[in-house]
Every structure is written in structure tokens, then in C-alpha cells.
């Protein structure tokens, strides 16, 4: 894949570039000469600028079967390949488990984690055809390490690391490469985007009305120290050239995972109790 990447044009999907991390990924990938970039989101408004500065772009509902299909279709119609794949569209939803409907935490797995497995299916039988690609899937250190309040993002993340390594091997024999991107503190509308969402989610008769605070502030942790989107972008096409299994990059990426796989699991709940204020909670206890 590095031969492939370097000396030939190369035409890059990339799902989620409305802003932040996916804006940054196709600026970085475009800045590659000769490569064909396709930025896609939701509302291809958003895309305005990416299409002036050269970009192709297109809408793409990641969460929608016929816009995923539309868009796939519309590409290998333009370009005639799919070379690289970067699931990126995603979002963080915070708030206390007990607290999230149904609804909203199958939302979450649909988005960061059942759309990056359609997409791959959809682009697998070209990529398959042509006998090379690969398949970028952008999870997270949240996938690692599991902290309260973030649970059901935390779940999505780890279930597309999961995932990937299957593909991974499933994919090998069509010589189609699948890497996971675990960033750590990235720049990007993550925080503020999972705030917002705090309004509808976190309910008026919560148990954890008291800790209202500590939410709001796992919903903007990422912020904290962050690695800029540029950086991380030109770390992301660095990465590509090389493709590895697994790639940490960003403030906190090799720190977090340090922790998880070196603290007993009581020392970690302990830690993630008091930093989270648990331990300040009133046990009603029945009887």
C-alpha cells in the first residue's frame, strides 16, 4: 500500500468533513497531489468551501441506506474507484446510562458503529474488483478506556475496534488493508456538539441531577490539551502510506491505554469514582 499511495493517484472517501476532523482529513488528503478527494456529509451545504478549494464532493447520510448507496454509486460513476475509505461521521453521546432512551443510545451504535460497516460493505465488492484498498476507520481511546457518563460512546468506539480487527482479517485475502485511527484529544466540535445533546438527555429527576457539572464536563474532556485537527490529519495520511493495524495519535492516546491495561480494575474504579464525584452520591437503600 505505501508503493501504491505514493506513486499513483488515488481517489479517498471520506465520510463526516462538514467540519473539525473530517474538514481537516480531506484538506490534508487533497494537499496530496494528483489524489481525487471525496468529502461527504449530511447537509452538503457544509461542503461549500472543501468544493471551491478543488474537492469533490457529495451528500451522504452515513445512517441512510439509499444515501449511502446514491453516493458510493455516484463516485465509482466519476472516478471509477474507491481507493481509500475514512469512516469519520460520528459524535460523542454523553450522559448517564440510566438516563439515555433506548432510542438514543441505538442511534449512537448506528452512527459510530453499524454506518462504518455498511459503508465498508458497500465499497468492498470495487475495492474486491480492483484488487487493493483500505478501509481507514476512526474509533477511539474512549473505546479503551470506559469512564462514567460516557457509556454509550465508549461502547460504540470499542465495538467498531472489534469490528475492525475482523474485517481486518476477513479482508486480507482481496488485499484490502483495514487500520484503526484511536485518537486521543483532538480539536474538534465533539464537546460542544455532546453538550447540546446534554439538554434533551439529561432529565429534570435524574439521580444524578447532583453531578450535572461533572457531566458537562466529561461532554468537553476531549478538548482538554487537545491535538490540533491539522496535525491530526497530517498524521492520518503519514499513516496511510504504511498502513498498521492499530494507530494512536493525539494528547492522551498512549496515556489512557497505559492505564487500562496496567491498573487493576479496583484501583481504576476507585480513581474514576472520585474524579466523577460517584462517591458523593446518596445510596437510598430500601427497607
Known amino acids: 500500500m505505501t508503493q501504491a499511495l505514493i506513486s499513483a493517484p488515488h481517489t479517498i472517501l471520506i465520510t463526516g468533513c462538514s467540519s473539525g476532523i473530517g474538514r481537516a482529513l480531506a484538506l490534508a488528503f487533497h494537499h496530496q497531489q494528483g489524489h481525487t478527494v471525496w468529502a461527504t456529509a449530511r447537509k452538503p451545504e457544509t461542503l461549500a468551501e472543501l468544493k471551491a478549494q478543488g474537492i469533490r464532493t457529495t451528500q451522504l447520510d452515513v445512517t441512510n441506506a439509499t444515501s449511502r448507496d446514491t453516493a458510493i454509486e455516484r463516485i465509482l460513476a466519476e472516478s471509477g474507484r474507491i481507493d481509500i475509505l475514512v469512516n469519520n ?5 454523553m450522559g448517564p446510562l440510566l438516563d439515555l432512551e433506548a432510542e438514543t443510545i441505538r442511534a449512537q451504535l448506528e452512527t459510530n458503529t453499524i454506518a462504518p460497516i455498511a459503508l465498508t460493505q458497500a465499497v468492498a465488492p ?34 467498531i475496534h472489534s469490528l475492525s480487527d475482523a474485517l481486518r482479517l476477513e479482508l486480507a485475502p482481496f488485499g484490502i488493508n483495514v487500520m484503526v485511527i484511536q485518537p486521543g484529544a483532538i480539536q474538534s466540535n465533539i464537546g460542544n456538539n455532546a453538550e447540546a445533546m446534554l439538554e434533551q438527555t439529561l432529565k429534570a429527576d435524574s439521580r444524578y441531577g447532583a453531578l450535572e457539572s461533572v457531566i458537562r464536563a466529561r461532554a468537553n474532556a476531549s478538548q482538554q490539551g487537545a491535538t490540533s485537527t491539522e496535525a491530526f490529519a497530517q498524521a492520518v495520511v503519514k499513516a496511510c502510506e504504511n498502513p498498521k493495524p492499530v494507530v494512536r495519535i ?18 481504576r474504579d476507585r480513581l474514576l469514582t472520585k474524579r466523577f464525584q460517584l462517591n458523593q452520591l446518596q445510596i437510598r437503600r430500601l427497607g
Open 250 to 267: 493525539g494528547n492522551k492516546s498512549f496515556l489512557l491505554p497505559f492505564l487500562q491495561r496496567w491498573l487493576p480494575v479496583w484501583v
Open 89 to 93: 461521521a460520528g459524535y460523542g453521546q
Open 126 to 159: 470495487a475495492m474486491i474488483a480492483q484488487g487493493s484498498g483500505l478501509i481507514v476507520n476512526i474509533g477511539s481511546v474512549s473505546g479503551i478506556f470506559t469512564t462514567p457518563f460516557a457509556g454509550a460512546y465508549c461502547a460504540s468506539k470499542a465495538a
